[in-house]
């Protein structure tokens, strides 16, 4: 079993829609990272969290420590947010992240 | 504004030869890490290194060496390649450890096919 798992694998949705993209680890962690994968394959930092909640503009990223737990929320979402998210768990003693596979994410006009 | 910057961006190797990927990075960071992406599976490390002069192992290690003479370069190089390498290869950099408060930054990829 991976220690980084993400659900769904795949997710269609109209634009408009509100999204929600899950993630559960298993492994001990300093922080939680959500990254997006663009097409093109270049991949950029959207959240970082080691408690609570964090939101820009209409990403709103949450974690439940106790429950090992995190979601990727996306509001009113945009064709210009097809891309692949990829959460990631950063343990606290080492620096070997580990990557769940991502949710290939695609809204349609 | 360049960030993390990997070179080339695409090549196609034969079986046994051997190659170079140079990484370089512009803003100060000390870590550096080189990750493979593989369809189905999340990013895996390969070397990472916390300061110049300095490397150590990740999760798949094997058919790979790194080095890190300057601060800014992260070189990560194939030997004798296999088909088993044909991967997305990602550079990365941070400040510090992958904690709180310390973002990654990725390069844009390195696409490898070993024929």
């Known amino acids: 079993k991976n220690e980084v798992e993400q659900s769904p694998q795949n997710l269609t949705a109209q634009e408009g829609e509100f999204i929600t993209i899950n993630c559960s680890y298993s492994v001990g962690i300093s922080a939680l990272h959500w990254l997006q994968q663009h097409p093109g394959g270049g991949i950029v930092s959207l959240f970082m969290?080691?408690?609570g909640k964090k939101k820009h503009g209409r990403l709103i990223a949450t974690i439940n420590i106790q429950e090992k737990h995190s979601s990727l929320h996306i509001t009113a979402s945009h064709p210009r947010d097809s891309a692949v998210y990829i959460c990631a768990a950063a343990p606290p003693y080492n620096n070997d992240m580990r990557f769940g596979a991502g949710t290939r994410l695609t809204v349609k006009p | 504004n360049a960030g993390v910057t990997q070179t080339p961006k695409f090549r196609v190797l034969k079986t046994g030869q051997s190659m170079t990927l140079l990484c370089a990075q512009d803003m100060n960071h000390e870590y550096m890490y080189w990750y493979r992406q593989d369809p189905g599976m999340g990013l895996r490390l390969i070397h990472y290194?916390?300061?110049?002069?300095?490397?150590a192992k990740g999760e798949v290690p094997d058919g790979y060496n790194v080095s890190r003479l300057k601060k800014q370069n992260f070189l990560l190089g194939l030997e004798s390649a296999a088909p088993s390498q044909t991967s997305v290869y990602f550079c990365?950099?941070?400040?510090?450890?992958?904690?709180?408060?310390?973002?990654?930054?990725f390069g844009e990829g390195s696409w490898l096919t070993v024929v």
């Open positions: 990365a950099s941070s400040y510090a450890a992958s904690g709180p408060g310390n973002t990654i930054y």
């Open positions: 969290l080691s408690s």
């Open positions: 290194s916390v300061g110049e002069g300095t490397t």
